[in-house]
T-cell receptor
Framework: SAVISQKPSRDICQRGTSLTIQCQVD?????MFWYRQQPGQSLTLIAT?????????ESGFVIDKFPISRPNLTFSTLTVSNMSPEDSSIYLC?????????FGPGTRLLVL | QKEVEQDPGPLSVPEGAIVSLNCTYS??????FMWYRQYSRKGPELLMY????GNKEDGRFTAQVDKSSKYISLFIRDSQPSDSATYLC???????????FGPGTRLSVLP
């Protein structure tokens, strides 16, 4: 299985601030994704992180709110900007390895 | 109609029961199918992976794909309390593409 790590594992933030989540994957991962999972809900794809270029965002998600970087093959960051309580969620990094997709442990974010 | 549908549960069964979890989908191009298990406050963990139609068995778990009916199943034999989790199905049409996820079924196995 692919090794995917994320940090921080959890955080409590104030409204209006920003949080950057880091994701590290092993070298056999090709594509990287960022998901959001709101309480009691399934996974919603935020964007595909593209190495060395702008991420590809899904409908409803914009770069100004969720800037994503992927400076190399094995590292990506997701920033949740100008946070509001509605951003309270689990944020998951994911990567494809061959035909399968793996997930990191998630970052649990609470915005007060 | 959602692209992938799954009964959200919760599904409660006694320990030792056979559990059947199911997903239906609308996109006939899907050919890669996966099942994930997600414990509370954890990331999804890949449980089973199947390509195209047919069955795949791994220990107490059997994944079944019926592409003609656009229906996939996960069977858990001799269910244990440790199987209590949310089970997510996911599918993709192309190699290496992002998977589309079902909403998940919450399973409780009672001792």
């Amino acid at each position: 299985s692919a090794v995917i790590s994320q940090k921080p594992s959890r955080d409590i933030c104030q409204r209006g601030t920003s949080l950057t989540i880091q994701c590290q994957v092993d070298s056999q991962v090709t594509m990287m994704f960022w998901y959001r999972q709101q309480p009691g809900q399934s996974l919603t794809l935020i964007a595909t992180a593209n190495q060395g270029s702008e991420a590809t965002y899904e409908s409803g998600f914009v770069i100004d709110k969720f800037p994503i970087s992927r400076p190399n093959l094995t590292f990506s960051t997701l920033t949740v900007s100008n946070m509001s309580p509605e951003d309270s969620s689990i944020y998951l990094c994911s990567g494809n390895r061959g035909e399968t997709q793996y997930f990191g442990p998630g970052t649990r974010l609470l915005v007060l | 109609q959602k692209e992938v549908e799954q009964d959200p549960g919760p599904l409660s069964v006694p320990e030792g029961a056979i559990v059947s979890l199911n997903c239906t989908y609308s996109n006939s191009a899907f050919q890669y199918f996966m099942w994930y298990r997600q414990y509370s406050r954890k990331g999804p963990e890949l449980l089973m992976y199947t390509y195209s139609s047919g069955n795949k068995e791994d220990g107490r778990f059997t994944a079944q794909v019926d592409k003609s009916s656009k229906y996939i199943s996960l069977f858990i034999r001799d269910s244990q309390p440790s199987d209590s989790a949310t089970y997510l199905c996911a599918m993709s049409a192309s190699y290496g593409q992002n998977f589309v996820f079902g909403p998940g079924t919450r399973l409780s196995v009672l001792p």
